[in-house]
């Protein structure tokens, strides 16, 4: 079934680890977002993908990075996680529709990262 | 740069009642599209309804609708006969539509609680 998966759902983890958020999609589609969101608050972009090999900050300054080698994939890492990466990431992707160019967005269930 | 505000941090409904929720935003485009995403506890996103900037007509999907005032920036959600299932944070998004390469922007959101 076509859609977009994050993995894993909940993750806690020591300060200083190294971290990779998964986040795949089987729908074709060419652009990929990430955003971090806290408990109650609004959602920040990231991070975002037009296609492979293709990747840009978000407005949110963020020490993660992403990489899109495949179209499918597009995994977001932490080098050294640290109390302040506590929060909610959510992943999606989107492809424009033909007609209109109005594109649709579907979001993955998310992954809530504690740092310890 | 585009924005957009939501100046409601929560808003309470009673079972079977209507509420508003509101949203406004600030481009110097005359093309884009709105949009109102619902997040569940779950907290998986999901798109609620969506409105083409060059289309007069408010767009209507089932018990929810929008009010659409172009010349105000001003695009609000109108949820009908709410249900508990409602219960929810409500995003307000734009996306520019030219330039293939254009980014979702999301408001801070407003927290939803529908009483039975």
């Known amino acids: 079934e076509a859609d977009i998966y994050q993995t894993p759902r909940y993750l806690v983890i020591g300060t200083g680890k190294k971290i990779t958020l998964e986040c795949s999609q089987t729908?074709?589609?060419?652009?990929m977002y990430w955003y971090q969101q806290d408990p109650g608050m609004e959602l920040h972009l990231i991070h975002y993908?037009?296609?492979?090999?293709?990747?840009e900050k978000g407005d949110l300054s963020s020490e993660s990075t992403v990489s899109r080698i495949r179209t499918e994939h597009f995994p977001l890492t932490l080098e050294s996680a640290r109390p302040s990466h506590t929060s909610q990431y959510l992943c999606?992707?989107?492809?424009?529709?033909?007609?209109?160019?109005?594109?649709?967005?579907?979001f993955g269930s998310g992954t809530q990262l504690s740092v310890l | 740069a585009q924005t957009v505000t939501q100046s409601q941090p929560e808003m309470s409904v009673q079972e079977a009642e209507t509420v508003t929720l509101s949203c406004t935003y600030d481009?110097?485009?005359?093309?884009?599209?709105l949009f109102w995403y619902k997040q569940p506890p779950s907290r998986q996103m999901i798109l609620v309804i969506r409105?083409?900037?060059?289309?007069?007509q408010n767009a209507t999907e089932n018990r929810f609708s929008v009010n659409f005032q172009k010349a105000a920036k001003s695009f609000s959600l109108k949820i009908s006969d709410s249900q508990l299932g409602d219960a929810a944070m409500y995003f307000c998004?734009?996306?520019?539509?030219?330039?293939?390469?254009?980014?979702?922007?999301f408001g801070k959101g407003i927290t939803l609680s529908v009483r039975p």
């Open positions: 729908m074709g589609h060419d652009k």
């Open positions: 481009t110097s485009e005359s093309d884009y599209y």
């Open positions: 998004a734009y996306r520019s539509a030219t330039g293939a390469n254009s980014k979702l922007t």
């Open positions: 999606a992707s989107s492809q424009p529709l033909a007609l209109t160019g109005h594109e649709k967005l579907f």
């Open positions: 409105q083409e900037a060059y289309k007069q």
């Open positions: 993908s037009y296609g492979v090999n293709s990747t």
